[in-house]
C-alpha cells in the first residue's frame, strides 16, 4: 500500500516562504509524475504543480508560477514544494499525489498566510 506523507506546513506571514515534503512509499516512485494540489476551506482541491519523470519538467498552475518550485528526490522517494513570496490566498491544506491523482490522499499539511 503507498502512502503519501506531507509536512512543513505552518504560519507564515505574507510575503515569507515555506518549503513542504512529500514522502512517498512505492517501488516505482520514480516512474510517477508527482504533483502538489491544495485545498482551501470550502472549496475544492486544486491542481498546484508538477514534476515529470525522467526530465523532471516542471509545470505551474497560473497563480503560483514565478513563487513556487516542485522539485523531487527518487533516491528518497520525496516531493517538495518551495513557496515564497507567499499571499494570504495561498492558504490552505497541501497535498501531493501523482499526476492525474491516483493514489490513496495522505492527511495533507495546513499552510496559513496571515498577518
Known amino acids: 500500500q503507498v502512502q503519501l506523507v506531507e509536512s512543513g506546513g505552518g504560519l507564515v506571514q505574507p510575503g515569507g516562504s515555506l518549503r513542504l515534503s512529500c514522502a512517498a512509499s512505492?517501488?516505482?516512485?520514480?516512474?510517477?509524475?508527482m504533483g502538489w494540489f491544495r485545498q482551501a476551506p470550502g472549496k475544492e482541491r486544486k491542481f498546484v504543480a508538477r514534476?515529470?519523470?525522467?526530465?523532471?519538467?516542471?509545470y505551474y498552475a497560473d497563480s503560483v508560477k514565478g513563487r513556487f518550485s516542485i522539485s523531487r528526490d527518487n533516491a528518497k522517494k520525496m516531493v517538495y514544494l518551495q513557496m515564497n513570496s507567499l499571499k494570504p490566498e495561498d492558504s490552505a491544506v497541501y497535498y501531493c499525489?501523482?499526476?492525474?491523482?491516483?493514489?490513496?490522499w495522505g492527511q495533507g499539511t495546513q499552510v496559513t498566510v496571515s498577518s
Open positions: 499525489n501523482t499526476v492525474p491523482p491516483s493514489l490513496d
Open positions: 512505492g517501488r516505482t516512485f520514480s516512474g510517477w509524475t
Open positions: 514534476i515529470s519523470t525522467g526530465l523532471g519538467l516542471t
